[in-house]
């Protein structure tokens, strides 16, 4: 079992920026490639951006990509989430997930691989 909180979210205008956080506890956080994904009223969820278990691979979806920054401290448990340049179009509620197998290598696009949710954290950003 992994337990996941987030933190950070908050409203903010157009162009500045923002941190997300995501503190883990359970399963060996350092061995586990973690995501983070996003969710707008109507839409389905959203894929933003993966680690790999160490940190040493990224992967970000196209609309965040250059202005997204997924990191990972795995002595602190903690996932995050940079966020510069946002737009209104970033509005959405956003989780940070962990796949179901620390045997899984690499990053994750599709939620399916994600077996672990926090709880959300509302990010708003006015134009």
């Known amino acids: 079992q992994v337990q996941l909180v987030e933190s950070g979210g908050g409203l903010v205008q157009a162009g500045d920026s923002l941190r997300l956080s995501c503190v883990a506890s359970?399963?060996?956080?350092?061995?586990?490639?973690m995501g983070w994904f996003r969710r707008t009223p109507g839409k389905e969820r959203e894929f933003v951006a993966s680690?790999?278990?160490?940190?040493?691979?990224?992967a970000y979806a196209d609309s965040v990509k250059g202005r997204f920054t997924i990191s990972r401290d795995n002595a602190k448990n903690t996932l995050s989430l940079q966020m510069n340049s946002l737009n209104p179009e970033d509005t959405a509620v956003y989780y940070c997930?962990?796949?179901?197998?620390?045997?899984?290598?690499?990053?994750?696009?599709?939620?399916?691989?994600?077996?672990?949710w926090g709880q959300g954290t509302q990010v708003t950003v006015s134009s």
């Open positions: 997930a962990a796949v179901r197998s620390p045997s899984y290598q690499g990053t994750f696009l599709q939620s399916s691989y994600y077996a672990y």
């Open positions: 359970g399963r060996t956080f350092s061995s586990t490639v």
């Open positions: 680690i790999s278990s160490r940190g040493g691979s990224t």
